[in-house]
């Protein structure tokens, strides 16, 4: 097989703007909306907020904002979205992709519950707009996140914490992130087919991958509190009959650990902890290029994920 092809990601104009954006939901379709949604319940302690109109279901930990928006379907991706805490953070998103000639709508009340206040930023809003392959992308303001870093982190992930993106196009997906929404390239594959993007102090809160085919999810992932919660969630998992489809491990890229497993729609999802922290203001920080061999993704034992294959066919 040919040597793979070194590729480098470039960041573009935009890249840093945002310092303090997470992201916040996601919209899945599911075959089996009820089977899916008590999946949520039992294994990541979720609640169900409320019902969404045309028969989908709002889930999260109960106070604050929610997580996950279920509706029944053909499983796929419907939307993700990400919260701006930045001065001027969603006004500027919003006048850069109208700069660039994408697509602004005003985000649905709906979307956002905006009837719970925050006392300091007032009501939610935000923008819809579509990524590169035509998913729903959102963006919006605070929103309430006291359901978050509860108590009781032994029965719940901490809070949603990172979504990786399938693409056949990553230059074009990190061009996107980078150089109009706001992202920064914390590392990337030395073949240019996986980067890790940054917009607060994780190492990254997405991250796109080549997987041969435009959009849709890879996987998403939620924190847990740390290593203790990490070893007691392994056997969690297992006690809740769920099969582990990789990992327990740690990644080189984020340095976090990792144990995946997939949703009854077969949505991968990763539990992880110990993610590397950035700290822009006060260390300048090179773009790592890793090589693309399984051992990057997993320095334990270099076995890759059953989904994945790296551009040199391992
Ligand atoms: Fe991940």
Not at 6 to 31: F, K, M, Y
Not at 142 to 168: F, N, S, W
Not at 270 to 283: G, I, P, T, Y
């Amino acid at each position: 097989m040919d040597k793979p092809q070194r590729v480098v990601l470039r960041e573009r104009d935009a890249a840093g703007t945002l310092t303090r954006t997470a992201v916040s939901h996601i919209g899945l379709s599911v075959p089996d909306l009820a089977s899916t949604a008590q999946f949520y319940r039992r294994v990541l302690g979720m609640v169900v907020h409320r019902a969404l109109p045309g028969g989908g279901l709002r889930l999260g930990w109960g106070r604050g904002h929610h997580v996950l928006d279920l509706v029944e379907g053909e499983a796929g991706l419907r939307f993700y979205a990400f919260e701006v805490r930045d001065g001027n953070g969603v006004d500027g998103i919003a006048a850069r992709l109208a700069a660039a000639g994408h697509p602004v709508g005003e985000l649905d009340a709906g979307q956002l519950d905006a009837g719970q206040l925050n006392a300091v930023a007032g009501p939610a809003r935000g923008i819809t707009t579509i990524d590169p392959h035509g998913t729903e992308v959102q963006f919006h303001t605070t929103v309430e996140r006291d359901g978050e870093t509860a108590a009781d982190t032994g029965r719940r992930p901490i809070k949603y914490q990172h979504i990786t993106l399938g693409t056949d196009d990553v230059e074009t997906m990190v061009g996107f992130f980078t150089g109009v929404v706001g992202f920064r390239i914390s590392d990337q594959l030395d073949d240019g087919r996986f980067a890790w993007l940054r917009s607060d102090r994780d190492h990254h809160t997405l991250a796109v991958v080549d997987v041969g085919r435009g959009g849709g999810l890879d996987h998403y992932s939620y924190d847990l509190a740390g290593w203790a919660d990490f070893k007691a969630w392994c056997d969690r998992l297992t006690d809740e009959d769920v099969d582990v489809t990789w990992g327990p491990g740690r990644h080189g890229p984020g340095n976090n650990l990792f144990v995946f497993f997939d949703d009854p729609a077969g949505n991968h999802v990763e539990l992880s902890a110990e993610m590397e922290k950035f700290h822009d203001d006060r260390v300048t920080y090179v773009p790592r290029r890793w090589k693309p061999v399984p051992n990057t993704v997993n320095l334990w034992g270099g076995q890759l994920a059953s989904w994945r294959r790296t551009s040199e066919g391992k």
